[in-house]
């Protein structure tokens, strides 16, 4: 095992891939003579060439729909935006042409295109800058979407990603880009779609994803003072979501609190609260909790902002209800 940064093994799966597959090219905003935003495709332009790592203008409708007509012409292109909140500016093209094209051609076309970038808050961005797309994309039919909280599972994932045949939205974190982490040496890959038991525990699940799943670590260290054995699932992908992972760890703890940092409204939480509620009704001991951020626009203030995020304290408050405790 090697000891990584977030950006070293994203950097290190793109690479992987691209020294595997001459079809694979990365693009996007400084990725190439700056070596990324966040330093996360540093090297490659030396290694590979600006023929495939092209930085492109401040155009996310326009390079997202030309690396869209590439992939579906054979092209495996990597999408790098600077933040998915820029996304916005493409998501006609992610949605109208990449998810559906399969389909509307009838089998005839399909885009094997990664979409990357950091996605929810990251200090004092303020409104604009601090929101959470996860539960937008994943509604999409034909849309993959992927939440990694580590360097291993960040390399992992990615390299799947990339080799798929559809298109995977890969949502990261600018907070999360100087993690360090353990990485197998070798090849490796971790398949979408595949939930992870990162804690094993018997008194209540806790399921989370992406940079936020931090909170539930700490949340369960601090409940096991009290003897109370916290559960913790990392999704890792979120769509397709692995329900049955949640569902078996339910069934044993017969408790489930949800972490995710998004506004509270019809988001992951929501789904799995409906899913579990429904196929496990008779183990659950107590109504699911679900946390997520407050009902507003991220604030600028740093006071205001660790009132709006989710924290361990939260997690635990959760976990003493559904333990009523």
Known sequence: M???QFRQAIAEAMSEEMRRDENIYLMGEEVAEYNGAYKASKGMLDEFGPERVLDTPISELGFSGI?????????RPIVEFMTFNFS???IDQIINNAAKIRQMSGGQFNCPIVFRGPTASAGQLAATHSQAFESWFANCPGLKVVVPSNPNDAKGLLKSAIRDDDPVIFMESEQMYGDKG????GEYTIPLGVAEIKREGTDVTIVSFGKIIKEAYTAADELAKED?????IDLRTVKPLDY???????KKTNRLVVLEEAWPFG???TEITYHIQSKAFD???????????????????PVLLEEWLPNHEDVIKAVKKVLYR
């Not at 353990?182 to 040496?185: A, F, I, Q």
């Not at 109370?228 to 913790?232: G, H, M, R, T, V």
């Open 228 to 232: 109370i054995n916290c559960e913790i």
């Open 283 to 301: 183990y659950l001991d107590a109504p699911i909790e679900k946390i997520n951020t407050a009902d507003t626009p991220a604030p600028y203030s």
């Open 267 to 269: 988001n992951v939480a």
């Open 2 to 4: 090697k000891t990584l």
């Open 67 to 75: 690396a869209i007509g590439s992939a579906m012409n054979g092209n």
């Open 182 to 185: 353990e990485v197998p040496e």
């Open 244 to 250: 049955d992972a949640v569902l078996t760890s339910v």
């Open 88 to 90: 916005l500016v493409g």
